[in-house]
């Protein structure tokens, strides 16, 4: 999920209110059974030697394509209309990836990319209520939050709870039988990893999810098989769990937050991997097949400019922001911080996507990539029985359902848009 500006401002406005003073305790630690989800930590420019012994076992064994799948919440719409698309262009089959990646929306995508039944991440982002995914602790009117609103976030230690989230994906989980197929891939030897950010170290972790869905499949006991499932739908929980937009997630009495918060797409290292095999290859005199790369942020990749003149006509689409004349805005501390964030965000998104195109190349693999275009917006799609563009869709989910971040007719939109770029693409 991406960062809620929202929830930034909440707590500025507590912080300069001297109310930072709640607490919220952690779940106690109850019996001897833990998760232990196979995992890796990740610091700047490091690959943990194991992770770097699994990724290259995987792309010895396998010369089949990688994937690397981006955050951006209710965005990853996109992403699974994209490669739902991408299927039904090849007769209904995916490439059958070697490695897949997923960082907040794009670990829940990375289950159904990684068993080739994108229908599943179509299921998932189709809701046609925010309530489906979130438990609300705050119910915003006209878009706004009132005090009581801001006064609940705190007690509550975040706006929402992700409990509707974590029930449907166990759902789905259980009817596309997705634990046991990438048990299936994780015996083949390729991988599947879910990023997520460790709150107390302040580092990256990989969860190993093919490891972890072969520890289910090999349990016996009814009891211990259900909670192993319920780390694994934790695991994807934590990499969607955006700090006070969500409530962080407690796995083996650790505190994990949305991978997002440390890089738009996991992939940054894993192009040095792949380096090293083509080196080792070159050295043994062995041919060395090209490696090919697929890449789908759930964004634009681009912060929209703003109007800052008090005078909105002074803004145009040759100068969005406006021009030297006309007075500007009031600023307050809440906005500013609200844009800060933003811009920051973005910067993250775009040190991702450069340092991934500049060692593509010394990594010996073919990248290719989609995003979220700047028309978007003007993409038109018919939905119960009207036709409008995505952003006369979220409009209206505005206008009918206040929702805080997903927007079920938008969503649907961006569905539909993803299947446009994919046969644009003709990957």
């Not at 401002?9 to 607490?23: D, I, P, R, W």
Request: proline share 4%.
């Amino acid at each position: 999920m991406v960062m809620h500006n929202k929830a930034f401002m909440l707590l500025v406005t507590f912080f300069l209110a001297g109310c930072g003073h709640f607490k919220i305790t952690p779940p106690a630690i109850t019996g001897n059974l833990f998760c232990e989800i196979p995992k890796y930590e990740l610091t700047v420019n490091t690959m943990p030697p194991a992770l770097a012994n699994d990724l290259m076992l995987a792309i010895e064994t396998n010369v089949e394509p990688l994937l690397f799948l981006s955050g951006g919440s209710q965005n990853g719409a996109f992403g699974a209309g994209f490669i739902d698309q991408w299927a039904k262009n090849n007769d209904g089959i995916l490439p059958k990836f070697s490695v897949v990646t997923g960082v907040s929306t794009g670990a829940i995508l990375s289950l159904s990319a990684f068993i080739g039944e994108p229908e599943a991440a179509v299921e998932g982002y189709s809701i046609t209520s925010e309530d489906q995914v979130l438990d609300r602790f705050v119910k915003q009117k006209n878009g706004k939050l009132s005090p009581n609103d801001y006064l609940k976030t705190f007690k509550k230690g975040a706006m929402t709870d992700l409990g509707p989230f974590r029930q449907e994906l166990k759902r789905i989980l259980h009817d596309y039988d997705i634990i046991r197929k990438i048990a299936v891939g994780a015996g083949e030897h390729r991988k599947l990893y879910t990023a997520v950010v460790d709150f107390d170290t302040g580092n990256a972790v990989a969860f190993d999810m093919t490891q972890m869905a072969q520890k289910i499949v090999k349990t016996q006991d009814a009891d211990k098989k259900s909670f192993f499932t319920d780390c694994f739908v934790e695991a994807v929980a934590a990499s969607s769990s955006v700090p006070i937009a969500a409530l962080p997630v407690f796995i083996d009495n650790r505190m994990y937050i949305d991978g997002g918060v440390r890089f738009s797409v996991f992939s940054d290292e894993i192009a040095g991997v792949i380096k090293e095999y083509q080196g080792q290859m070159a050295l043994d005199d062995e041919p060395v097949e090209p490696r090919d790369v697929f890449m789908i942020f759930n964004g634009d990749q681009a912060i929209a400019q703003k109007c800052g003149k008090l005078d909105p006509t002074l803004c145009t689409p040759t100068a969005p922001s406006g021009g030297q004349q006309g007075a500007h805005k009031d600023w307050d501390v809440l906005g500013l911080v609200g844009r800060t964030v933003s811009i920051l965000t973005d910067q993250v998104k775009q040190f991702s996507e450069y340092k991934i195109i500049r060692e593509s190349g010394d990594a010996g693999y073919f990248l290719r990539s989609a995003k979220i275009e700047s028309d978007a917006g003007n993409h038109l799609f018919t939905n119960e029985g009207e036709t409008k563009t995505c952003a006369a869709w979220k409009a209206l989910d505005k206008v009918i359902d206040n929702p805080l971040q997903f927007h079920p007719r938008y969503m649907r939109c961006l569905i539909n848009y993803g299947r446009k770029i994919a046969n644009d693409k003709a990957w």
